[in-house]
């Protein structure tokens, strides 16, 4: 709570809940969307109910502005999302980080990222995996959980 605090202060913005597969992300996105009535996205489910009927190509084209919508559908102040990993999917051709700020522009967004912080970069995947993408953390909310 008091990242989202911190968050209305930040032109983007956005908290990662960032932590290994296990670490408790889901279940503290849903005990706060619970406690605040702030709505819990399934953003992979989502978003692949909305790509179903389109083309690979299309796919690709109109992934963002689908998630984009998804966010915007409940018109909540703070939206929290989770299972993201449909983002990093290489045939969509998406920058994951940069479509979360994005819509984090307008609303406090609080995603849970499944990876790690190691000398201030943020990773998701392992070095060599195909959706691996490696970010500075510099100018990022990360509030870390389990073990890193």
Do not use: C
């Not at 956005?14 to 597969?21: A, D, E, T």
């Not at 609303?107 to 970010?135: C, I, K, M, Q, S």
């Amino acid at each position: 709570m008091d990242a989202v605090r911190q968050a209305g202060q930040l032109f983007h913005r956005l908290i990662l809940l960032v932590g290994p597969s296990g670490s408790g992300k889901t279940r503290l996105l849903r005990d706060v969307g619970h406690s605040t009535g702030w709505p819990v996205i399934n953003l992979n489910l989502e978003l692949s109910k909305g790509m179903l009927e389109l083309s690979n190509r299309k796919r690709a084209m109109k992934a963002g502005r689908l998630m984009a919508e998804i966010v915007e559908r409940d018109g909540a102040d703070v939206t929290l999302l989770d299972n993201l990993e449909l983002l990093f999917e290489p045939s969509l051709m998406l920058d994951p980080l940069r479509l979360l700020q994005g819509i984090a522009r307008d609303r406090t967004v609080v995603a849970a990222w499944n990876g790690r912080l190691t000398d201030g970069h943020l990773d998701y995947a392992e070095p060599g995996h195909p959706e691996h993408r490696r970010y500075m953390a510099k100018d990022l909310l990360i509030v870390e959980l389990g073990n890193q």
